[in-house]
C-alpha cells in the first residue's frame, strides 16, 4: 500500500504529557499537510509544509504544537503539556505538485485522547 | 473569507432511495477547487471528486453525481438508489487551504 500511512493509530495519554504522531506521505508528493477533527465536525486546518519548508500554521496552532518535516520526507507533529482540549483526530494529507490546486490524499488519522 | 457551509447535519434514508447532500460555499476568489470527501466509520477520509471554478460541468460517476452551480455557490452531491454502505459523513471543501464543511452524516438502512 503506497497510500498516506500515520503512526500510531491510537494514543491515551495523561494531561500534561507530550505526544508526538508521525506521517509518511506518499513519497513522491512534496507537500504535506496536518488537519485536526473534533467529534462531529469537519477537518481544521493546522499547517502545511511544501519539502521540508513549513509555509503557513493556523491560529488553531499553539505554542505547544510544533510540527517538523527536517529531510522533506515524514512529518511529526509534536503536542506538549497535553490538554484535555487537544483529544481530536489528528489528520495528515499529502499531494503533488508547488502548484495549482491538486487533490490532496489523506491517511488514516491518529486518535488522540487527553485523559 | 472562505466558507462552506453543509446546512444538513444528519440525513437518514431507506436502502435505494435517492438522496442529495447539499455544499454551499464562499469565496472571494475566481480560482478555487471544490472537493467532496467520503468519511466511513473507519475515520479515513476518501476523495470522491474535485471540480475546478471554471468547469461548471456537472459528472456522474457511476451512482454518484454532482451538480456545480457557480450561480448559486453550490456544488450539491447526489447519491442515487443508495446502499448501506453509503452510510458515512460526506464533507464538502473548497481549496485554497482546504476549508471543510462540518459534514453531513448520511445513513441509509435496510
Known amino acids: 500500500d503506497t497510500g498516506v500511512s500515520q503512526d500510531p493509530r491510537h494514543k491515551i495519554t495523561k494531561r500534561g504529557q507530550n505526544v508526538t504522531f508521525r506521517c509518511d506521505p506518499i513519497s513522491e508528493h512534496n507537500r504535506l499537510y496536518w488537519y485536526r477533527q473534533t467529534l462531529g465536525q469537519g477537518p481544521e486546518f493546522l499547517t502545511y509544509f511544501q519539502n521540508e519548508a513549513q509555509l503557513e500554521k493556523s491560529r488553531l496552532l499553539s505554542d505547544r504544537f510544533s510540527a517538523e518535516r527536517p529531510k522533506g520526507s515524514f512529518s511529526t507533529l509534536e503536542i506538549q503539556r497535553t490538554e484535555q482540549g487537544d483529544s481530536a483526530m489528528y489528520l495528515c494529507?499529502?499531494?503533488?505538485?508547488?502548484?495549482?490546486?491538486?487533490?490532496?490524499?489523506f491517511g488514516p488519522g491518529t486518535r488522540l485522547l487527553v485523559l | 473569507a472562505q466558507k462552506v457551509t453543509q446546512a444538513q447535519t444528519e440525513i437518514s434514508v431507506v436502502e435505494k432511495e435517492d438522496v442529495t447532500l447539499d455544499c454551499v460555499y464562499e469565496?472571494?476568489?475566481?480560482?478555487?477547487?471544490l472537493f467532496w470527501y467520503k468519511q466511513p466509520p473507519s475515520g479515513e477520509l476518501v476523495f470522491l471528486i474535485r471540480?475546478?471554478?471554471?468547469?461548471?460541468q456537472n459528472e456522474i460517476s457511476g451512482r454518484y453525481s454532482w451538480n456545480f452551480q457557480k450561480s448559486t455557490s453550490s456544488f450539491n452531491f447526489t447519491i442515487t438508489a443508495s446502499q448501506v454502505v453509503d452510510s458515512a459523513v460526506y464533507f464538502c471543501?473548497?481549496?485554497?487551504?482546504?476549508?471543510f464543511g462540518a459534514g453531513t452524516r448520511l445513513t441509509v438502512k435496510p
Open positions: 471540480r475546478n471554478s471554471f468547469d461548471e
Open positions: 469565496t472571494r476568489d475566481t480560482t478555487y477547487y
Open positions: 494529507a499529502s499531494r503533488v505538485g508547488a502548484g495549482g490546486l491538486k487533490t490532496q490524499y
Open positions: 471543501a473548497l481549496i485554497v487551504d482546504m476549508r
